[in-house]
């Protein structure tokens, strides 16, 4: 059974940064792609970042590229979202997901078979 873990959020200042950690117990956690989401009430989950396997390649939501940095420690199983410069739009539940498929990195919610359960972080004044 696959199980992902994420933790890091709290509550925050505007401006202030935050790591979240998703850690993934499957042990080809190495051929996984991973990615992290985040949902606001009422709303669809939304795409922030992906990174393939080999760690390459990350990509950004528009909204938090060049303040966001997805990275991956294999040797840990665990995968990272640095959070710098936070804005009060940045306030979510952010989620962590995994795929084992072979295929193009995903922006889609479709596109990740595991989930993990959230972590909320708010940013305030």
């Known amino acids: 059974q696959v199980r992902l873990v994420e933790s890091g959020g709290g509550s925050v200042q505007i401006g202030d940064s935050l790591r979240l950690d998703c850690v993934i117990s499957a042990s080809t956690f190495g051929t996984y792609s991973m990615a992290w989401f985040r949902q606001t009430p009422g709303k669809d989950r939304e795409f922030v970042a992906n990174?393939?396997?080999?760690?390459?390649?990350?990509d950004y939501a528009d909204s938090v590229l060049g303040r966001f940095t997805i990275s991956r420690d294999i040797a840990k199983n665990t995968v990272y979202l640095q959070m710098n410069s936070l804005k009060r739009e940045d306030t979510a539940v952010y989620y962590c997901?995994?795929?084992?498929?072979?295929?193009?990195?995903?922006?889609?919610?479709?596109?990740?078979?595991?989930w993990g359960q959230g972590t909320q972080v708010t940013v305030s004044s």
């Open positions: 997901a995994g795929d084992a498929r072979p295929g193009l990195l995903s922006k889609s919610t479709d596109g990740y078979q595991y």
């Open positions: 990174i393939n396997w080999r760690g390459e390649n990350p």
